[in-house]
């Protein structure tokens, strides 16, 4: 009984793949791009060559081949030409929407410093440490106390919801009618 090897591939598959390969290959070659009729058509022109040889430099920069124009120099714009700086015009650089100068103002922002935690209720606090600390204490456990008694993972749970429960029932019951929301 002829059975194939197991560990031979697919030969069925490989002459498919081939053929598929050689018709893209056979594509690609008839078509050309734009830009190597160009070169081929400088070529014929050029009867010493020179032009072909310059654009098959292998030192090409970003605008031999910049379909989008951006390597040419932005127009300027339509507006108030009082804004746009003179040492951009003199250097002829191109001027942009963005090519003015800024006035530096003395008007800067300084926040407050931050009330210390040393005034702070110590309710508050602990609440605070038991809202933050008891998830990190249930991963701690989870991870290096692993035969951890029930009690104390129900222990852990039940100080983490009333440290949550007493900080919502300490938020403010009202609205200030006088606070625009502007500070935090």
Same mark, same amino acid.
């Given at each position: 009984?002829n059975r /194939?090897?197991?560990?031979?591939?697919?030969?069925?598959?490989?002459?498919?793949?081939?053929?598929?390969?050689?018709?893209?290959?056979?594509?690609?070659?008839?078509?050309?791009?734009?830009?190597?009729?160009?070169?081929?058509?400088?070529?014929?022109?050029? @009867?010493?060559?020179?032009?072909?040889?310059?654009?098959?430099?292998? #030192?090409?920069?970003?605008?031999? $081949? *910049? @379909?989008?124009?951006?390597?040419?120099?932005?127009?300027?714009?339509?507006?108030?030409?009082?804004?746009?700086?003179?040492?951009?015009?003199?250097? #002829?650089?191109?001027?942009? /929407?963005?090519?003015?100068?800024?006035?530096?103002?003395?008007?800067?922002?300084? /926040?407050?410093?931050?009330?210390?935690?040393?005034?702070?209720?110590?309710?508050?606090?602990?609440?605070?440490v038991g809202?933050? #600390? #008891? @998830?990190?204490?249930?991963? $701690?456990?989870?991870?290096?106390?692993?035969?951890?008694?029930?009690?104390?993972?129900?222990?852990?749970?039940?100080? $983490?919801?009333?440290?949550?429960?007493?900080?919502?029932?300490?938020? @403010?019951? %009202?609205?200030? %009618?006088?606070? *625009?929301?502007?500070?935090?």
């Open positions: 009984m /194939p090897d197991p560990n031979s591939a697919d030969q069925s598959a490989n002459k498919d793949d081939d053929a598929v390969w050689l018709d893209l290959v056979a594509r690609l070659e008839a078509t050309q791009s734009a830009t190597e009729r160009e070169l081929h058509q400088d070529a014929d022109k050029d @009867p010493d060559g020179e032009a072909g040889r310059l654009q098959a430099e292998p #030192g090409r920069t970003f605008k031999d $081949f *910049d @379909p989008l124009g951006l390597s040419a120099p932005a127009r300027e714009p339509v507006g108030d030409a009082a804004a746009v700086p003179a040492d951009a015009e003199a250097a #002829g650089r191109p001027v942009g /929407p963005r090519d003015f100068d800024v006035e530096d103002e003395d008007h800067t922002f300084v /926040p407050e410093e931050p009330p210390s935690l040393a005034g702070t209720e110590p309710l508050i606090m602990l609440a605070w809202a933050v #600390g #008891g @998830p990190l204490a249930l991963l $701690f456990t989870a991870m290096f106390w692993r035969s951890a008694p029930l009690t104390a993972i129900l222990g852990i749970v039940a100080a $983490f919801v009333a440290s949550v429960v007493y900080l919502i029932m300490r938020l @403010p019951q %009202e609205k200030n %009618e006088d606070d *625009d929301g502007a500070r935090i």
